[in-house]
């Protein structure tokens, strides 16, 4: 079953699950739905449950770490590198890092666990982590939607526009095939001055 299928079946279950587990790509796709209306999703209630999986996935992985992080990292040698980023961040930016940590390819996962591990207060984490996840999910749920509205406007307008754009890969591949033969000329008229 894919992703976009959980969605439409599930709507906000999967929406919420997904988010605490990892998010991005659901968030983006339950976006994607709200556009163009699959699952009767709506805005608002997308943007609640990415926001509160995503906030409530962190809180845990943050406690986990808070508890057994040195442990888990030390045994997940894929995390050990990406621990020490995060730990260098922290050092240098620490409210900045926690913040935005779920923009951070590579690193939004380990994050949450390396900053339990450094005992940053709870308050702290619990209010950054909040503010970040509104702004994760806001953002990424309202990408999702102009995603969609706009891959719902050109298939739309596909056949309006279906001759141009055959019209424009003909002019590229025609371009390509003049460029190519202009160099093997001037490559071989070279080659006969030597």
């Known amino acids: ?3 976009e299928q959980l969605i439409a079946d599930y709507g906000y279950l999967t929406i ?7 998010g991005e790509t659901i968030v983006i796709l339950a976006g994607m739905a709200v556009a163009s209306g699959i699952g009767n999703l709506q805005l608002p209630w997308v ?6 999986g995503s906030f409530t996935g962190d809180q845990f992985y943050y ?17 050990q590198q990406a621990a ?10 620490q409210y900045w890092l926690i ?17 339990g591990a450094a005992r940053i207060p709870r308050l702290r ?10 702004i994760w999910a806001v953002a990424f749920t309202y990408g999702g939607l102009f995603l ?19 019209g424009m890969l003909v002019a590229l591949g025609f371009a390509i095939w003049l460029t190519r033969l202009i160099y093997q000329y001037r490559r071989a008229k070279r080659r006969g001055l030597k």
Not at 16 to 22: P, S
């Open 1 to 3: 079953m894919s992703v």
């Open 84 to 93: 020490q980023k995060v730990y260098t961040h922290l050092h240098r930016h």
């Open 16 to 22: 919420l699950i997904g988010t605490f587990l990892e």
């Open 47 to 52: 943007i609640l449950c990415a926001l509160t």
């Open 148 to 166: 969609g509205e706009t891959l719902r406007s050109v298939i739309a307008d596909y056949h309006r526009y279906a001759l141009y754009i055959i």
């Open 125 to 134: 984490f619990f209010t950054l982590n909040l503010i970040g996840a509104i």
């Open 99 to 115: 913040l935005t940590f779920r923009f951070y390819y590579g690193l939004r996962n380990v994050t949450p666990f390396v900053v």
């Open 63 to 79: 406690y986990v770490g808070r508890h057994w992080g040195p442990k888990v990292i030390t045994k997940r040698p894929s995390w």
